[in-house]
């Protein structure tokens, strides 16, 4: 089983920049979708961006489009989410969770919760003002 590894979250200000990575252990890596969720308190766990098995199809909820950009490293195993110009609604525990598949969208919606096989255990990302 795939585990995943946060890493790169922080305090960073309104405005600012920050990215997180995730490190995959498993070489089938390469054969499955990957993706970047959050949890701020007393919410639930949110899809923020998601990346296709080859990195050429790329999906980002609508509050953060033109802000993050979710890449992959199939040669090391990782999954990136470069945040900028971050806001103080984006303060929460960014998870990443891979899904048994190549493809980001399933029956023609995005990524959910209940899609992803395997999760990190997150990082948490706080902007302060």
């Known amino acids: 089983q795939v585990q995943l590894v946060e890493s790169g979250g922080g305090l960073v200000q309104t405005g600012g920049s920050l990215r997180v990575s995730c490190a995959a252990s498993?070489?089938?890596?390469?054969?499955?979708?990957m993706a970047w969720f959050r949890q701020a308190p007393g919410e639930e766990r949110e899809l923020v961006a998601a990346?296709?098995?080859?990195?050429?199809?790329?999906y980002y909820t609508d509050s953060v489009k033109g802000r993050f950009t979710i890449s992959r490293d199939n040669a090391n195993f990782t999954v990136y989410l470069q945040m900028n110009s971050l806001k103080l609604e984006d303060m929460a525990v960014y998870y990443c969770?891979?899904?048994?598949?190549?493809?980001?969208?399933?029956?023609?919606?995005?990524?959910?919760?209940?899609?992803?096989?395997?999760w990190g255990k997150g990082t948490l990302v706080a902007v302060s003002s």
């Open positions: 498993e070489r089938t890596f390469i054969h499955i979708a």
């Open positions: 990346i296709n098995w080859n990195g050429d199809n790329t």
């Open positions: 969770a891979d899904r048994n598949g190549p493809s980001i969208i399933i029956r023609g919606r995005p990524l959910v919760k209940s899609d992803m096989d395997c």
